[in-house]
């Protein structure tokens, strides 16, 4: 009874507050949103605010209270395309809030909300759909969900707790049912795109789309079947069963053949943009021709005295998800691949003719009318060198001290070894839990795509990129030379500058160290020089099935071996060996 009389007594409240706000102009829909979490806002609970802009920043983000009064926000701002600022009001109270967003002065996107009113507690929606404030809203939640310090070595076991984390998924708990508590967040390389996707349009109530495709050939990408549609997210808000179950599908049909489809082809989940800062949003895809996949998730740009960094973020066969930077380590692109599509893509749309059913824009649809970047097949056309050089200059447009850009390349061959060593460790906690098992190997090619253990736990894709970061670091001073227009050399001739550089290069390189955990669980330290001394070894250190001194490099007989208690059987060293061209050429066998 005392609960039905405070009802009564607030919704006049409600009604009046509501009128006030209406003799206001609000503006929604246009190049600003206004988006809040969650989505029915609880009285006492946070309320969690962000607007996204494709225009430019805004300058102030602000909120009014039902009696009218501003709130004082601490806000986090974030540079784009897509521009975007978020904050929260610790707890919210009856009545109807106006959410303002501003730029220099003038209201550019606002949105008005009612917390309390139960009569805009239906789980009914609208059926939206895919438009530029949805994409541009995925993009500012995927920055915001994998933002951390930059010098911070990001790495999880899986996409669970960073999904489970308030402070960074805006879209955490927005049925108000604990939704995310429970929920499997555990895609590997390939599944991970489609995963946020997919999470991302559970959220919100947009369709999603995926296909199936096979895995192409040596003398040609993969080709996909027709478009699978699935609207069951748009009608109404949809329990986590609902998601896990769409979440299984997507993981049982989609490879990483789905990203490597041809630039022409259109027929396909992805379609590829032309390299320019405005096109490449977080959320876009990089496809490298071998099919590993990551996903921008953030520019950081350039200043005086800092390098700028384009961060992405890939999952790997035993579900970890690490953050990488942009360069050539991480990011492979072959220029004369016939099995793949590489490069830079955006999900396709989904769009309608008129009242017509609901299908992936094609690319001449794309080239006219793009959501976010048109479509554009000027990768295809691009060596290796050019395109790393585009990037380079779209990192870093102002030009690279050539000091601070070989450091920041010896930081990110760091990073990628300091990654290697948890992938590593995670083969042997396999083996300690199964003492005496043997992880069977595949033959051929297989090794770099298979299921199982095998998958889980051996390193043949990220020894590869391992072997291609160590000869990029090494050929980094004859860089200075081939293109000094991407540095900036004061003056210095370039050939002056590369021996400056070679000479800095073998004083850091016994500096900087890495540390292992032997099978003895003592550790073991080992300088980047150390490394790169052993390079044939890492042609043949995938196997879990050896210890970590031998996937180390450690060579029989010496102290730092002594601790290996096992080594694969003959008949897996003999097919490695046989393998082996493979890795001293970095190059993946045709398929």
Known sequence: MLLAIGTALMLPALCRALDGADAEPCPEGGAASVWTSPEKPV?????????????????????????????????????????????????????????????????????????????????????????????????????????????????????????????????????????????????????????????????????????????????????????????????????????????????????????RTALEDDGTDFYPVELKRENLWPGTVYADPYGHILVIVKWVPQTGDQAGLLLAVDAQPDNSVGRKRFWEGTFLFVDDVKSAGPGFKSFRPLGREGQGPLRLQSNADLAEHPFIAPYSAEQAELPAEDFYARMMRLIDPEGLDAEKAYESVLDALVEQLETRVHAVENGENFQRHHPGAIIPMPTGPSIFETVGPWEDYSTPSRDMRLLIAMDVLTRFPERIVRYPELFVLGGRVPEIVREEIEQRHRKLIQERQVAYTRSDGSTWRLTVADILARRPAFETAYNPNDCPEFRWGAESGTAEYATCVRRAPADQRNRMEQYRHWFHEMRRPPR
């Not at 607007?51 to 209270?65: K, N, W």
């Not at 959220?203 to 495709?213: H, M, T, Y």
């Not at 896990?244 to 053949?257: F, K, P, Y």
Request: hydrophobic content about 40%.
């Open 43 to 259: 009285i006492g609970e946070p309320l969690k605010l962000m607007v996204v802009a494709t225009d430019g920043p805004v300058s102030e983000l602000r909120a009014f209270a039902p009696d009218g009064a501003e709130l004082a926000l601490a806000v986090t701002w974030r540079g784009g395309p897509p521009w975007s600022a978020a904050s929260f009001i610790d707890h919210a109270v009856p009545g109807a809030y106006r959410i303002e967003a501003q730029r220099r002065g003038e209201m550019v996107a606002c949105r008005r909300l009612i917390v309390g009113n139960d009569a805009e507690a239906g789980s009914e929606r609208t059926g939206a759909e895919w438009d530029r404030r949805h994409e541009a809203l995925y993009s500012a939640w995927i920055e915001r969900l994998f933002d951390a310090p930059i010098e911070e070595n990001y790495t999880l076991p899986s996409l669970e707790p960073i999904l489970r984390n308030p402070e960074r998924n805006f879209l955490h708990d927005h049925f108000g049912q604990g939704e995310d508590e429970r929920l499997p967040a555990t895609p590997d390389c390939a599944d991970l795109p489609y995963f946020l996707r997919a999470y991302f349009a559970w959220k919100i109530g947009l369709p999603v789309a995926f296909r199936a495709c096979d895995r192409g050939t040596s003398l040609r990408p993969p080709r996909c079947g027709p478009a699978i549609i699935d609207q069951r997210f748009s009608a109404k808000s949809a329990p986590a069963s609902v998601f896990r179950d769409l979440s299984r599908r997507l993981m049982d049909t989609v490879h990483s053949g789905n990203a």
